[in-house]
C-alpha cells in the first residue's frame, strides 16, 4: 500500500526499530520502521514528528515500511515559540480524531492550519481548534440562546457552551460571540478572517476544548 500522511506520534519498539502513528486522508495508520534507531539506516525522517511522508508498507495488519520520501519537514517551526506550540497542539488534537470521520476532509484542513501557522500561528490555532470542534462532536450552539433559544443573541458562554440573549447575557462581550461565528462557520484564507486579541481567544478556545472534549489542552 501507498500513501501519504503526517507523523504524529513514534514510539520504541524492541531495540533498534519504532512503531510510527501517522494520520492520512484514509484515517490513521500504524507502521513498523525496522532498524531505524540504527545509524546507518535512513528511515530516521520517517521517525520524526510532524514530517509529511510518503510511503510504501507490507499489505499486512501491522504493516513495515517499505521505503519512505519526505515531502515536508516541520523544522522552521522550531525557531518560534508560539508556532512551536502552536503545531504541539496540532499534534496532540490528531491523535484524537476517531477513525469514523471524512478524513480527506480532515487531511487536507490539517496541512492548510500547518501552512498558516507560518504566517499567523495563533490566528491558524485558533481557527483550527473552533472548526475541529465538529469532529469531535461538539457543536457550540452560535444561532439561539442556550438558555430561551431566542434569537435576539449577544453574548457567549464558553460554560453553556453558546450564544446567549440579551436577558441572559453574561460580562463577556459581544466581540467573542461574533468570532466565534465567523471561525465556525465562514470559510476562507486566514488573512481574511477577523484579528482579535489572539491570546484571550486561545484561552477561552482552550477553557471550552476543557469542558466540553475529552481533550484536556494547557494554555
Ligand atoms: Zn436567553
Known sequence: MKAEGIVYKVIPYKETSSIVYLYTKFGHISVKSIGSKNKKNQSFLFDNVGNIVSFLITDSEFPTLIEYNLIKDQYDLTKDISM??????????ISYISNDLSHNRIYSFILKTLDDIRINPKK?????????????????????????????ITSFSIPLGGALCDIH?????????????????E?????????????????????????????????
Not at 512551536?84 to 488534537?93: H, P, S, W, Y
Not at 447575557?169 to 462557520?185: R, T
Not at 482552550?206 to 494547557?218: G, S, V
Request: proline letters at 1%.
Open 84 to 93: 512551536l506550540k502552536a503545531f504541539g497542539i496540532i499534534i496532540k488534537i
Open 124 to 152: 491558524a490555532l485558533s481557527i483550527f481548534l473552533i472548526k475541529m470542534l465538529y469532529n469531535f462532536g461538539v457543536n457550540p450552539n452560535l444561532k439561539t440562546c442556550v438558555l430561551c433559544e431566542s434569537n435576539l
Open 169 to 185: 447575557k453574561n460580562e463577556e462581550n459581544n466581540d467573542l460571540l461574533k468570532i466565534w461565528q465567523e471561525y465556525y462557520y
Open 187 to 219: 470559510k476562507k484564507d486566514i488573512n481574511l478572517y477577523s484579528d482579535y486579541d489572539f491570546d484571550l481567544l486561545l484561552n477561552n478556545i482552550i477553557e471550552y476544548y476543557n469542558i466540553h472534549t475529552n481533550i484536556k489542552l494547557k494554555v
